[in-house]
């Protein structure tokens, strides 16, 4: 039996085949993490990535306080990786550190905070300017109070979660959040613990991008 996690994209995975690890390694290989707590700081003009794009309300959740920009692509393409990447960045001068989500077309979008739209004095339907660039530093990404629990009842597991890399920690979160099905994120904790327990350091080939897996999207504006 295969468990989900290893080998071949399917479903945003790999299923495991030996001879189709080096194909998946290779469609995913552009892939990389990011998370961040670090203190924004406007950019340095070397490096910057500068574009302009609306500033948009979700339609779900209904009574969300956040808005969002997306990414032009030939923007994203200067980016490091088309998976999620922190950036420092500004909007309309004001200075941000923030989490670039993958769009799941090769694209990335922003989740602008109402803190962050309110000082720059923007409101939704706006066009606002931004300038943006790859953080240094990808510090620990929130552990889902679920899975938080599940390690803390698997011994071998979490100590295996505590000496991976937050890079390694972010790709079985998202593995576990992405499920569409409360059955499906509940079998994919249990299995990471499993696998963790047994020394598996990286949940194998999981589409970050969305690219292949259709499992990560952006969100769609109101109508």
Same mark, same amino acid.
């Given at each position: 039996?295969?468990?989900?996690?290893?080998?071949?994209?399917?479903?945003?995975?790999?299923?495991?085949?030996?001879?189709?690890?080096?194909?998946?390694? $290779?469609?995913?290989?552009?892939?990389?993490? $990011?998370?961040?707590?670090?203190? /924004?700081?406007?950019?340095?003009?070397? !490096?910057?990535?500068?574009?302009? $794009?609306?500033?948009?309300?979700?339609?779900?959740?209904k009574r969300?306080?956040?808005?969002?920009?997306?990414?032009?692509?030939?923007?994203?393409?200067?980016?490091?990786?088309?998976?999620?990447?922190?950036?420092?960045?500004?909007?309309?001068?004001?200075?941000?550190? $923030?989490?670039?989500?993958?769009?799941?077309?090769?694209a990335?979008?922003l989740?602008?905070?109402?803190?962050?739209?309110?000082a720059?004095?923007?409101?939704?339907?706006?066009?606002?300017?931004?300038?943006?660039? /790859? &953080?240094?530093? @990808?510090?620990?990404?929130?552990?889902?109070?679920?899975?938080? @629990?599940a390690? @803390?009842?698997a011994?071998?597991?979490?100590?295996?979660?505590?000496?991976?890399?937050?890079?390694?920690?972010?790709?079985?979160?998202?593995?576990?959040?992405?499920?569409?099905?409360?059955?499906?994120?509940?079998?994919?904790? !249990?299995? &990471?613990?499993?696998?963790?327990?047994?020394g598996?350091?990286?949940?194998?080939?999981?589409?970050?991008?969305?690219?292949? !897996?259709?499992?990560?999207?952006?969100?769609?504006?109101?109508?």
């Amino acid at each position: 039996m295969v468990r989900e996690g290893e080998a071949v994209v399917k479903s945003g995975l790999c299923i495991a085949r030996p001879r189709a690890v080096h194909a998946c390694h $290779a469609r995913l290989a552009h892939d990389s993490d $990011a998370a961040l707590k670090e203190e /924004p700081r406007v950019p340095d003009a070397k !490096g910057s990535i500068r574009f302009t $794009a609306r500033l948009h309300r979700p339609a779900e959740p209904k009574r969300a306080t956040w808005t969002f920009v997306m990414v032009p692509e030939a923007s994203s393409r200067k980016l490091p990786t088309r998976a999620s990447t922190a950036v420092d960045g500004a909007l309309d001068g004001h200075p941000f550190t $923030a989490i670039l989500e993958p769009d799941g077309a090769g694209a990335h979008w922003l989740k602008v905070p109402a803190a962050l739209r309110e000082a720059a004095g923007v409101s939704e339907g706006d066009t606002v300017s931004l300038d943006i660039r /790859p &953080a240094a530093k @990808q510090p620990e990404p929130r552990v889902p109070a679920d899975l938080r @629990q599940a390690l @803390q009842a698997a011994p071998d597991a979490l100590a295996t979660w505590k000496d991976i890399t937050p890079a390694a920690r972010r790709d079985w979160i998202l593995w576990i959040t992405t499920a569409k099905q409360a059955t499906t994120r509940s079998r994919r904790i !249990g299995n &990471a613990c499993d696998m963790l327990a047994g020394g598996k350091r990286r949940v194998c080939c999981f589409d970050r991008t969305g690219i292949y !897996g259709g499992n990560i999207r952006a969100p769609v504006p109101a109508g």
